[in-house]
C-alpha cells in the first residue's frame, strides 16, 4: 500500500508561484508513474501533469502547459509540481496519484493510488 502526502498549497494572487510536493512511503514509489489532478467545486477531477518512472515522459494538460513544471526525486521518493504563473481558474485541490500499469495517463481511473489533497487558491 502506497501512501502520498501532498504539501505546499496555500493562497496566493494571481501571477504568483507555488510548488508542491508529494511525498510517498514506498520506496518502489519510483517505479511507478505519478500524475497530479486537481478538482474545483462542482467540478470533475482532471489531469494536470505526469511523469514517468524515470521521468522520461512527461505530459500535460494544455490548460497549464509552459506555467507548470513536474519533476520528481526517487531518491526521496517525492514528486513535486512548480506552479508559475498561476491564474484564479487554478484554484482547486491539487491531488497526487501513482499508478503501476498506466496506460493512459491523464485518466483518473489509470491511477491506484491517491493523496488527500492540497488546496490551492488563487486570488484574482
Known amino acids: 500500500q502506497v501512501q502520498l502526502v501532498e504539501s505546499g498549497g496555500g493562497l496566493v494572487q494571481a501571477g504568483d508561484s507555488l510548488r508542491l510536493s508529494c511525498a510517498a512511503s514506498?520506496?518502489?514509489?519510483?517505479?511507478?508513474?505519478t500524475g497530479w489532478f486537481r478538482q474545483a467545486p462542482g467540478k470533475e477531477r482532471e489531469f494536470v501533469a505526469a511523469?514517468?518512472?524515470?521521468?522520461?515522459?512527461?505530459y500535460y494538460a494544455d490548460s497549464v502547459k509552459g506555467r507548470f513544471t513536474i519533476s520528481r526525486d526517487n531518491a526521496k521518493n517525492t514528486v513535486f509540481l512548480q506552479m508559475s504563473s498561476l491564474k484564479a481558474e487554478d484554484t482547486a485541490v491539487y491531488y497526487c496519484?501513482?499508478?503501476?500499469?498506466?496506460?493512459?495517463?491523464?485518466?483518473?481511473?489509470?491511477?491506484?493510488?491517491w493523496g488527500q489533497g492540497t488546496q490551492v487558491t488563487v486570488s484574482s
Open positions: 514506498e520506496r518502489t514509489f519510483g517505479s511507478r508513474i
Open positions: 496519484a501513482a499508478g503501476t500499469i498506466v496506460v493512459v495517463p491523464t485518466s483518473v481511473d489509470e491511477y491506484d493510488y
Open positions: 511523469i514517468s518512472w524515470k521521468g522520461g515522459n512527461i
